[in-house]
């Protein structure tokens, strides 16, 4: 599966945006996705992750009550909801997917990753 992440960009604190994760290729096999980010200097981690129906979530606990994942298979599409934005927000962001049901919390358990895209949020 390929993956395009788009919709980062510049946001005050408070604000809200959304990313995008297209996905294209192997679609029709069941595949868990997850939102990361990476601020400089800082590790890679998950923020937020969806399992193929919908039904199974993960958002750490930085983000929970702000952020929403969410996903249309039938237009093959992932999206991060991101509301009141923080400073400490500001990072990259990509999405991954593994062929999986289950979700996981590793970089190293998803083999398919899109570019980043930078999400930023002002004082």
């Known amino acids: 599966v390929q993956l395009q992440a788009c919709g980062g960009g510049l946001a005050q604190a408070g604000g809200s945006l959304r990313l995008s994760c297209a996905a294209s290729?192997?679609?029709?096999?069941?595949?868990?996705v997850g939102w990361f980010r990476q601020a400089p200097g800082k590790e890679l981690y998950l923020v937020a992750g969806i399992g193929w129906s919908g039904r199974n979530t993960y958002y750490t606990d930085s983000v929970k009550g702000r952020f929403t994942v969410s996903r249309d298979n039938a237009k093959n599409m992932v999206y991060l909801q991101m509301n009141n934005l923080k400073p400490e927000d500001t990072a990259v962001y990509l999405c991954?997917?593994?062929?999986?049901?289950?979700?996981?919390?590793?970089?190293?358990?998803?083999?398919?990753w899109g570019p980043g895209t930078l999400v930023t949020v002002s004082s």
């Open positions: 290729g192997r679609t029709s096999s069941n595949y868990a």
């Open positions: 991954a997917a593994r062929y999986s049901v289950l979700i996981s919390t590793q970089p190293n358990q998803y083999p398919y």
